[in-house]
């Protein structure tokens, strides 16, 4: 098997154990492409991204591009002559840049694609209530998450999973995916399918919107929404006109309420009630504050039973 040269494409924590597991394979990274330096954090201090950092501690060569067409980017990854192009969580790659590798550009995906393609696959899993997802690598097109499919794996999920914990398993055993799909590449013995589109269904960016708890809903489907969104963005409703973080609660049965009540204080939780059962609330970020379990919430306010939550 010959080594490739390899430019490594991604962003976020969820691809820093792909660019860890690429360093230690027989394979040369030569360089990695991640997003510019920008204001992150509460503090909104500017820091590069977890890639950026990671690859700095190998001292690779780094790019930054603001616009993958401009011409200058296009002539930077054209000089390396790249025999892949290796992308974990990056962003939409155009045909440009697509046409420049001479094996092509393989992506890792955290589900069984064709099923929820898009920008937030983990968090609609979760938020759809599925007990189980898988892990893809695939050959990119010019089309979002449609190309053929080259290995796959299944993840399963457990009952306490959040995003979280979710993401880390899924970065994790990518990392050792996209190896053996990137070994498989250098001895010509990958084998690509091509994706069934009537079988796809789609995860998009999360939005403010699908943050926000209805609680005339079940109380399962509020669980769900609330691991599919913590620790970030995070679940919210509302109290008291003030904004309400919620990043953890579990099922809980009870009489007929109005949903969205409070209806049982503990020392350390609260139940409310949704459109069917209610959930037991643990952890939460209460407006302008940070986040906290319930009983320390609880400690500093007055909260009653029949107080409303949400709208």
Known sequence: ???????FMGNPDFAVPSLNEIMVSNHEVVAVVTSPD???GRGKSVSPTMVAQRASDYALPLIQPSLLKDDFFISQLQELKADLFSVVAFRLLPSVVLQIPKIGSVNLHPSMLPQYRG???LQWTLMNG????GITTFLLSPAMDSGDILMTRPLGIFPEDDSGSLSLRASQLGAHLLAETIDSLARGTASPKPQDDSNASRAPKITSEDCEIDWTKSA???RNQVRALSPTPGAYT????RRL???RCELSLAAEETSGEVISLKKTSFTVRCGSGSVV???LQPEGKRRMTSGEFLAGTQLRVGDRLGK
Do not use: C, F, H, W
């Open 245 to 247: 973080k919620i990043y």
């Open 220 to 222: 399962a489907s509020v």
């Open 281 to 283: 609330i643990q952890e």
């Open 238 to 241: 509302s109290l008291a006109g």
């Open 1 to 7: 098997m010959n080594p490739l040269r390899i430019v």
């Open 38 to 40: 920008k204001p992150r």
């Open 119 to 121: 920008a937030a696959p």
């Open 130 to 133: 599925d007990v189980k997802t």
